[in-house]
């Protein structure tokens, strides 16, 4: 069936990295987009940004500019999001969606499970 | 960016009850409107697309209208696994703002 396995929890310390993973099944993976959301403890959502799996261009929200790096390899069918320099706000569950695109609209129709990344000293 | 404003914040209702969310853009989005449902400790799923179109799957008890800037989500008769958080999503431009989400709790 469709879906997207997403890589194990993280403790990461401030000022370090992460990267996320994101393995897609079950569909023609450079047919659809990935998109990023994360949540952090009791918040909403938040859109980190989206990869078109077909041609890796990428589209980040503003305030994750210079920090955030989506990448894809086609070959396994696996999206990363790699989140540097972190601070204790980053402190959230991290998701990849499926981008969907219709003729009215795009939305996001698979979801993986969640990475829990935890930023403490 | 777009805003996305949801009311109520929270909502507690019966079993069988009828349910109506709104949310508002802070500017025309067209019908690039999208709903999800989110259970505690689970990935959102979306519900519906295009502001209208029912998700394959999802039951029928659930519809979304409106477009521009005022939206609904309504649950026509409440059954026990609704009880959730729901979000609206824009998709007309970037960052592809969400609602702030509206809980609804089990009176």
């Known amino acids: 069936q469709v879906q997207l396995v997403q890589s194990g929890a993280e403790v990461k310390k401030p000022g370090a990295s992460v990267k996320v993973s994101c393995k897609a099944s079950?569909?023609?993976?450079?047919?659809?987009?990935i998109s990023w959301v994360r949540q952090a403890p009791g918040q909403g959502l938040e859109w980190m940004g989206w990869?078109?799996?077909?041609?890796?261009?990428?589209n980040y929200a503003q305030r994750l500019q210079g920090r955030v790096t989506m990448t894809t390899d086609t070959s396994t069918s696996t999206a990363y999001m790699e989140l540097r320099s972190l601070r204790s706000d980053d402190t959230a569950v991290y998701y990849c969606?499926?981008?969907?695109?219709?003729?009215?609209?795009?939305?996001?129709?698979?979801w993986g499970q969640g990475t829990l990344v935890t930023v403490s000293s | 960016d777009i805003q996305m404003t949801q009311s109520p914040s929270s909502l507690s209702a019966s079993v069988g009850d009828r349910v109506t969310i709104t949310c508002r853009a802070s500017?025309?989005?067209?019908?690039?409107l999208n709903w999800y449902q989110q259970k505690p400790g689970k990935a959102p799923k979306l519900l519906i697309y295009?502001?209208?179109s029912f998700q394959s799957g999802v039951p029928s008890r659930f519809s979304g209208s409106g477009s521009g800037t005022d939206f609904t989500l309504t649950i026509s008769s409440l059954q026990p696994e609704d009880f959730a958080t729901y979000y609206c999503?824009?998709?007309?431009?970037?960052?592809?703002?969400f609602g702030q989400g509206t809980k609804l709790e089990i009176k």
């Open positions: 969606a499926r981008r969907w695109v219709t003729s009215a609209d795009d939305a996001f129709d698979i």
């Open positions: 079950g569909y023609t993976f450079t047919s659809y987009g």
């Open positions: 990869i078109s799996a077909n041609n890796a261009n990428t």
């Open positions: 500017q025309s989005i067209s019908s690039y």
């Open positions: 295009a502001a209208s």
């Open positions: 999503q824009q998709s007309y431009s970037s960052p592809n703002t």
